[in-house]
């Protein structure tokens, strides 16, 4: 794993943005506002979004033709939910302008890499790489998306190894999410989603089974501890159906350790082990701190 | 379960405080800033957390000697971690003024209800009743009580039901609680220790297991969702091995649930079952909405 920031060098005439929700709105308007590019075209599926990211000047055209959006564009993100990137790509290759840079922001890697590469397989022409940048929040759609800034959060990069030209599309991918103040690290996509898998599709299993086993009469006794832990519950069970579904095997070896953990700590509290229990919180209280040495405090 | 709120008809002219940190120090504030108490004498085991509370105007005399913060109190608050509650009762007891009304804040009441109310056994005379203050953060110490408001929190009332007097100090302490323009719900011990597994105690230990069980290599790719879910992992583990323990029966019954729940889960994403995780993603993210229908935006 590597990281570095250099937001020098990077611009484009042209961007399609493929889906321009929280993530793809607040990625076009980074674009826009840093002046990376001039024009930046928002392909939509429905018309009330489109009016929503046009209002909240997300991009600088609105369309609902994939081949309206990426005509003669040098950049073309793919910004939608997990399922729907490589349907895109496939509608998207055979308008995609020579050495054009492609690339998505799912947050499963590697499904989507390969799924995508055959979609461009026959188009060695352009660039492919995958990404994820690694911020959001549990709202959705253009509105959230205007409020949220990349500035500062980091954006892994994962190439696409069957592909002849896979360095030069990861190099261009880093430099194009560098050009709007976001660091980047690179990752092998299967090492991406195992490490995933445990910071952030295992929370949001969990915070689901959490919200959803809490008793009605135990709705008033909720405070900050149980609104935090199921905050990101709150988020699209369609999104993350694909996302969880699209890293299974990941997801389920992560979930297989959790509940194992759990069994550990079940068994010393139902033996009443106080130094068991008691390790097994530094534990976790030690991990949690070994973070928050790594960010400011507003974010911990 | 009954509420209510009524911040009128509540004054003491002296509070003893046993033990001034987060919960302690925030109640003692609003004592004071309220005008509800002229005194509140607060009992230290350190010198130097004395003083900063003192520093920080959380109590009006420190004191190192329980007599000397008990003596001529007409409310005694046991504000220490869960093991200390029931000794410190015992300590107090020779020393209550006849009439006086002695509780506490632990966050588990059928055990400390009865270790306190065994403490009390040779003062019928004074009048006890439990409380769990749901409120705090995962911060601790007199400093950040300071900051900690408890105005519109909910404080469960939890009667001492073997006692002479169990209803009569049960209104006492609804009042005491008002008094800081907090509202106050009634629950048996049992009752409460149930439904805080679930709204509390099982949160903290799934927290706790989430944050042990990151790989340190995926820190990095951490973000907002993991931090949420982690946050209550930061609470002191002294304090919650006490706690989780104290609360041992309900608590491994919630991870039992929440075992089961998981490998109901880990099954459904093994077949591939989308339509089986959807409806368990849809039925936490519906439980979490829930909630947020009860209580403002910003506490979302």
């Keep these: 794993m590597t990281g570095k920031t250099d937001t020098a060098g990077f611009t484009a005439s042209k961007t399609a943005m493929l889906g321009v929700g929280l993530i793809g709105g607040s990625i076009s308007k980074a674009l826009i506002t840093r002046g990376v590019c001039r024009e930046v075209a928002g392909y939509f599926r429905r018309e009330e979004t489109m009016k929503t990211a046009l209002a909240h000047g997300l991009v600088t055209r609105g369309t609902m033709s994939i081949e309206e959006a990426v005509s003669g564009a040098d950049v073309v993100i793919l910004a939608t939910g997990v399922d729907a990137i490589p349907p895109l790509a496939e509608c998207a290759a055979a308008f995609l302008q020579k050495e054009t840079l492609v690339t998505d922001v799912g947050s499963v890697k590697g499904l989507i890499i390969d799924k995508v590469s055959a979609a461009l397989k026959g188009r060695p022409d352009v660039l492919f790489a995958g990404s994820h940048p690694l911020y959001g929040s549990h709202l959705q759609g253009p509105a959230a998306g205007a409020k949220l800034d990349p500035t500062g959060k980091l954006a892994v990069v994962t190439p696409a190894k069957s592909r002849v030209n896979a360095e030069k599309a990861a190099v261009r991918t880093e430099a194009l999410w560098q050009s709007i103040g976001m660091h980047t690290v ?115």
């Design 186 to 300: 690179r990752l092998d996509p299967e090492e991406h989603d195992r490490l995933l898998a445990f910071s952030s599709h295992l929370p949001h299993a969990v915070a689901g089974a959490l919200a959803r086993m809490l008793p009605q009469e135990a709705d008033v006794l909720t405070a900050t501890g149980f609104l935090d832990t199921t905050r990101i519950a709150a988020g699209s069970p369609k999104l993350w159906t694909e996302i969880l579904c699209a890293n299974s095997k990941a997801v389920a070896a992560a979930l297989d350790a959790m509940i194992k953990d759990m069994k550990a700590f079940r068994k010393a509290l139902g033996k009443n082990d106080r130094e068991a229990v008691a390790r097994m919180l530094e534990a976790g209280t030690a991990a949690r701190a070994r973070l928050c040495e790594q960010m400011p405090p507003e974010e911990q």
